[in-house]
């Protein structure tokens, strides 16, 4: 019913920067908030950054001043800067979607893009 795309990932070295996108596309009716998590290799999924539908955000403590998150209508963004290795990680993407007929609210995932940050 509801796609999520993930594109942008790849090999950088640190200091680098990438630029991650997600679109949505499918029986959407609105999209409330979206937001990032990553899970690097051996460990669990964590938050990256969220930003809801009126633009306000919020930042893992680790990605404070070298990550920016945005978003349109049906995609969010994350510019990544000043990469360092520990960044290395599968991102994944996440949407609050309200389903267009059935007006529920379903929680989906992208499919992960890998990031990796080499030294």
């Known amino acids: 019913q509801v796609q999520l795309v993930e594109s942008g990932g790849g090999l950088v070295q640190a200091g680098g920067s990438l630029r991650l996108s997600c679109a949505a596309s499918g029986s959407i009716l609105e999209i409330g908030p979206m937001g990032w998590y990553r899970q690097p290799p051996g460990n669990e999924r964590e938050l990256v950054a969220t930003?809801?539908?009126?633009?306000s955000s919020n930042y893992a403590d680790s990605v404070k001043g070298r990550i920016t998150i945005s978003r349109d209508k049906k995609t969010v963004y994350l510019q990544m800067n000043s990469l360092k290795p520990e960044d290395t990680a599968v991102y994944y993407c996440?949407?609050?979607?309200?389903?267009?007929?059935?007006?529920?609210?379903?929680?989906?995932w992208g499919q992960g893009t890998q990031v990796t940050v080499s030294s």
């Open positions: 996440n949407a609050d979607v309200v389903l267009r007929g059935t007006f529920r609210r379903v929680s989906y």
């Open positions: 930003i809801t539908t009126g633009g």
